[in-house]
Every structure is written in structure tokens, then in C-alpha cells.
């Protein structure tokens, strides 16, 4: 399903650790990976001019980084290729996704607040944003002792549990055709959400409530048929309150190892008036996300 992944790392702790990850993927058909370091614009301005030596030897030490890590993933079989770049990350790795035609970019997201990650302008969500194929955003608990950065990474079994929301939307319908074929990644069980969304629930009268449970129980039940047939194991869930605050909830109560779910590719600035559930959930969620485009 996922042939051909798309590793963009900058060296890090928190991309070493995501690293380490790579061969479970392996489970979801990957066969190859294209490892990726982008030379941000602001480490080495005028390229062209006075800075040709540095971006030189950042290239050449990015190479050869790259390189140690090829080696160790051709350990596990695979067929690895290197790649340095200049510029924008999000941009960058987006455009080498698309170029390199990639089935999966996977990359590293720190869990942290809403407003820190404003601040910091997160490369990862800024990829989910932009990419063209599915991104599976891994998040890891840092620790950070006497001025060193550990992650502690729980990456075994990614696919055993997966939580799929869904608004039966075609975004939605788009996560939903990904979750289908994760069973030869080791599905073991799917649980298929709809919340109701309380705000736009709260003046409706008794009888129209009972109408909407009605009509997504079954819509639910369809979906859990559909993944019979595929051979996974599905149970429906149907809550009623804010949307991706149900979802965070859930997949902490049941233990999700991955949240599918779809996105529609918007702006950060539509992401933020909507109140996008999308968006909340692929930043506040504790656990792995994969981002389908519809």
C-alpha cells in the first residue's frame, strides 16, 4: 500500500526517534524510502553570493548523515535513496513528494499546544497541509534531562488499533478507502466515530435527535460491513459533543494505536476560523496520525 515512503529529517532527537520507526512500516508494504534533509533559507542566506562554501558543507555533512542512515535501512531490506535540498522544509519536502511520487511522507510532530505550535510555525503540520499524499505525523513523549532530548518512542504494533472520525464527508470517505487496506498492515480492529456536534445539536428538538442517531447508527453500520469484507474487525461509535474533543478522548480510552482521518487541504487561516477538527486533532492528539488528502 505504502511502496514508496518519504523520510524528510533535520537530525534531530525527535527525527532520530521517527527514524527508528521506519522499519515497522515496513508491514504496511513499504519497499522503499527516499531520506531527505532540507538546508533551511535562514541557516545560510545568499547561497549564490557570499555563503557558497557554508551551504556546501552543509550539503556535504547532510550527505553524508544521510548516508549512515541509508546503510542502516538497507539492513532491513530496503532499497534507499538520498536526498539534500535547499529552502522552504514544508515546501521543499512537498515538491520531492510529488516529484519523487512517493505513497506516504512520514514525519516526526511534537505534541504540544495550539499556540506553541502557532509560534514555532511547525514544518510537520504545515506538510499535512500541503502534501498531496497521505502523512503519517508519529508523536512521542520528549523528555528533556540535565540539557539532553530523549524521546520515548512506541511504534510497535502502529496499525493493531486504528480510530477512524468521520463526517461522511467525501474527505472522509477518501481516509476511509486507506483504512480498507490496512489489514496486511496488521489491523487488528477499527473503530469508526461520528460525533454529532453538540453546537449545532443543541436547538434541535427530540424527535430530530432521534432521527440523527438513527440515520448515522446506520451509516455507521454500513461502514463496519464494508470493512467485513476486507477482514478486519469494526465497531461503530457514535458520540455527541465538539468534534475533535470527542476524537482525543476516544482514542485515549480505547487505546488507539493510529487516528486515520481525512483533510481537505485548506489554508492555516480557513483551518483556524473553521475550527477545523482536522486541524485540532493533528496537533493536540497524543497519538500517531495519518492524513489522507481528499
Not at 482525543?248 to 482521518?261: K, T
Request: hydrophobic fraction near 45%; glycine fraction near 6%; proline fraction near 4%.
Amino acid at each position: 500500500m505504502f511502496a514508496r515512503v518519504l523520510f524528510p529529517t533535520d537530525f534531530s532527537a525527535y527525527a532520530n526517534a521517527v527514524f527508528a520507526c521506519l522499519p515497522e512500516i515496513k508491514a504496511a508494504g513499504m519497499r522503499e524510502v527516499v531520506l531527505l534533509h532540507v538546508i533551511r533559507q535562514s541557516d545560510a542566506p545568499l547561497p549564490d553570493t557570499l555563503n557558497r562554501e557554508s551551504v556546501d558543507y552543509m550539503r556535504w555533512s547532510a550527505q553524508e548523515q544521510l548516508n549512515i542512515a541509508r546503510m542502516a535501512l538497507e539492513g532491513h531490506g530496503l532499497r534507499v535513496s538520498v536526498c539534500v535540498e535547499y529552502g522552504s522544509p514544508p515546501a521543499q519536502i512537498a515538491r520531492v513528494a510529488d516529484e519523487e511520487r512517493v505513497d506516504l511522507i512520514v514525519i516526526g510532530a511534537q505534541g504540544a499546544t495550539v499556540a506553541q505550535e502557532l509560534l514555532i510555525g511547525s514544518v510537520s503540520y504545515e506538510v499535512a497541509r500541503r502534501a498531496t499524499v497521505p502523512v503519517l505525523l508519529l508523536k512521542f513523549q520528549v523528555v528533556r534531562e540535565l540539557g539532553h532530548v530523549r524521546c520515548n518512542r512506541v511504534c510497535e504494533q502502529m496499525f493493531a488499533r486504528v480510530l477512524h472520525p468521520t463526517d461522511f464527508s467525501e474527505c472522509a470517505n477518501a481516509a476511509f478507502q486507506v483504512v480498507k487496506r490496512l489489514r496486511a498492515a496488521g489491523a487488528q480492529e477499527v473503530v469508526l466515530l461520528h460525533v454529532q456536534d453538540e453546537r449545532a445539536m443543541k436547538h434541535r428538538s427530540a424527535q430530530q435527535l432521534a432521527e440523527f442517531d438513527r440515520e448515522d447508527a446506520e451509516r455507521l453500520q454500513r461502514m463496519c460491513r464494508a470493512l467485513l469484507l476486507y477482514g478486519l474487525q469494526a465497531r461503530p461509535l457514535l458520540r455527541r459533543g465538539v468534534p475533535f474533543r470527542e476524537t482525543i478522548r476516544v482514542a485515549d480510552e480505547i487505546d488507539a494505536s493510529l487516528i486515520v482521518l481525512g483533510s481537505r487541504g485548506r489554508t492555516m487561516l480557513q483551518d483556524l476560523i473553521a475550527g477545523s477538527t482536522f486541524e485540532n486533532v493533528m496537533r493536540l492528539s497524543r497519538k500517531p496520525v495519518l492524513v489522507v488528502r481528499g
